[in-house]
């Protein structure tokens, strides 16, 4: 990934994050489902920043890029001892970002988006579609290939989050 941000940066070569990443590569080798990787987080990023700016969003370039590059690391976590991985991603997560040099209250915006990745954005938070939380959970399942998808029958994912052509009508 190339970036201009020394903050990006940071978290790219923390040791931290190298390492839980490479735990998840090792745990994924052979895995027949979505992988957790760089390929995934950069689409995630891809989509994510594509979605803020069609939406006039006000969210910082670099708290999609940080948000994207975390959101899954704790999935290495979730393989050795059942933590569920968002909850990982923000424990590890609140150290990286720390170390990279975000403030606190950027860095409260980047945990809470990645603590609430799998879920739908309640339709009482303000600006919903404009936060960061909400176009981080929209990106992350838009950025699965459901509909080309060699796995789909085994998939746990129900029908209704799989990403299909449908996938804009109210989601
Ligand atoms: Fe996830
Ligand atoms: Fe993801």
């Given at each position: ?15 931290l994050y ?14 027949i489902f ?110 699965r290939k ?26």
């Open positions: 990934m190339i970036t201009e941000s020394q903050r990006i940066a940071s978290i790219l070569s923390n040791d190298k390492s839980n990443l490479k735990s998840i590569e090792e745990a994924e080798s052979d895995r979505c992988k957790h990787d760089m390929e995934h987080f950069d689409d995630v990023i891809k989509i994510a920043s594509h979605m803020a700016k069609q939406n006039h969003s006000k969210v910082n370039s670099e708290w999609i890029y940080a948000a994207g590059l975390l959101h899954d690391i704790g999935r290495g976590r979730e393989y050795t001892d059942g933590t569920p991985h968002d909850e990982a991603s923000v424990e590890i997560a609140r150290v990286i970002l720390k170390e990279a040099g975000f403030r606190s209250y950027e860095r409260l915006i980047i945990l809470n988006a990645i603590r609430h990745h799998r879920n739908k954005t309640p339709r009482f938070l303000l600006n919903r579609e404009r936060s960061l939380r909400s176009i981080l959970n929209k990106a992350d399942k838009l950025s459901c509909y080309e998808c060699k796995a789909a029958d085994l998939c746990y994912w129900p029908m209704e989050k799989r990403n299909r052509e449908d996938y804009f009508e109210d989601r």
